[in-house]
């Protein structure tokens, strides 16, 4: 019989997205079922209130879509029939999660081009922070819908990483079936070893993953390894536990793990400003006071305020350069990722946040580029 996981310490997280596969919201019968949902809800909402945000990426809307349908009913197959489903099921599943957390819930439908596009995945992140920032609880699902099959993200365990990312997370938790990491399968391998901790998901790791565990579910645990590599390289930790055990759920609420742990690739800070400072960028740039250049280093944001002006032609969400002047020419001071279009730019340069809206007729916020999106290239001196 396999052996248990060790007892370890959560990692410290103040922002958390939380994965749930659709085995823990099914019944037998295929039907939503609250019962393992509950202790998960309660985790949320002990969370919640010790000052800790959770964003909950939630599977089952296609499941409780199939149990809707009566069985003599006509039907289709593949990616058509997945999609009717899941139009059938998503709100039974958001009103399950409604009925077991006490606030709001908002329901969030991302796609392919929501997380590709670099303006609907500002839009997208926006949303989710405002969402966060009224104390609501986003239940976020493919828009499965609309995906098709060549570009669909797949699976739920690689969306929670990449809403993780997306929204700035401090630790990803994939809540399934199964205790965590094996040496083997462990409902095939009675010498399966557990796993605590991984340091680096390696090929021989990845050797460890074994299929799907769940009828119901899109995701085995190799989705689960590729979820947490993609979570470390954005300086994230992943946790992998069974939410089907009452105990094992509980104890995360006093900071214990029993599950695997796997670990960051460097602090979330580090890999996104490492990011900022060698992504591609656009080609544009903005040129800023002397005032600008100090806030700037000196990690703040960046406003309209101290911009004198633009160069080059960018759209919102694009990397660019923040130079101020040294002699007859400039230097680098920043790079970011600017949240207005040039031309909108141009039109705020120099102008205080408050005239932002009255300017375009609408605003994205009060900077131009957030101080979380902003990497600076010398120390400030002032």
């Known amino acids: 019989m396999s052996q248990a996981f060790a007892e370890q310490a959560l990692p410290n997280w103040r922002r958390a997205v939380l994965k749930v596969g659709s085995s823990l919201l099914t019944g037998a019968d295929g039907e939503l079922s609250g019962r393992h949902a509950r202790g998960l809800a309660a985790f949320i909402a002990a969370s919640r209130a010790a000052g800790r945000e959770v964003v909950l990426v939630s599977s089952g809307a296609v499941a409780a879509g199939r149990a809707r ?151 085995g645990m190799r989705t689960k390894l590729e979820a947490a590599t993609k979570a470390a390289k954005a300086g994230i930790a992943t946790v992998l536990f069974n939410g089907t055990d009452a105990a094992t759920v509980a104890a995360l609420t006093e900071g214990r793990l029993h599950g695997t742990c796997f670990a960051a690739s460097g602090s979330r800070l580090a890999a996104r400003k490492y990011w900022l400072r060698h992504a591609p960028g656009s080609g544009g740039r903005l040129r800023v ?75 994205y916020g009060d900077t131009v580029i957030r101080r979380d999106d902003l990497v600076g290239f010398e120390e400030t001196t002032a």
């Open 69 to 219: 349908v009566p069985a003599d009913a006509p039907r289709g197959g593949g990616l058509v029939l997945r999609q009717a489903l899941a139009a059938l099921g998503q709100t039974r599943m958001v009103g399950l999660w409604q009925d077991l957390l006490d606030g709001a819930v908002a329901q969030v439908l991302l796609s392919h081009d929501d997380l590709r596009n670099r303006r609907r995945y500002l839009n997208a992140r926006d949303t989710l922070l405002e969402l966060l920032r009224l104390r609501a609880v986003p239940v976020i699902n493919e828009n499965d819908t609309v995906a098709v099959e060549e570009l669909k993200l797949g699976d739920n365990d690689n969306l929670a990483a990449i809403v993780a990312a997306l929204v700035d997370a401090d630790l990803l938790l994939i809540a399934s079936d199964v205790d965590g990491l094996y040496t083997a399968h462990p409902r095939l391998d009675p010498h399966a070893q557990p796993i605590d901790r991984v340091d680096a998901i390696t090929p021989a790791v990845l050797a460890m993953a074994g299929g799907a565990g769940s009828a119901v579910g899109t995701g």
């Open 289 to 363: 006071d002397a005032g600008a250049v100090r806030a700037v280093l000196g990690g703040a944001s960046l406003l309209p305020g101290g911009i004198v002006g633009v160069d080059g032609e960018f759209a919102r969400g694009d990397l660019v350069e923040v130079v101020a002047p040294d002699g007859d020419g400039a230097r680098v001071v920043a790079r970011g990722l600017c949240q207005y279009a040039a031309g909108e730019v141009r039109r705020l340069a120099g102008r205080h946040t408050r005239e932002i809206e009255s300017i375009l007729g609408f605003s």
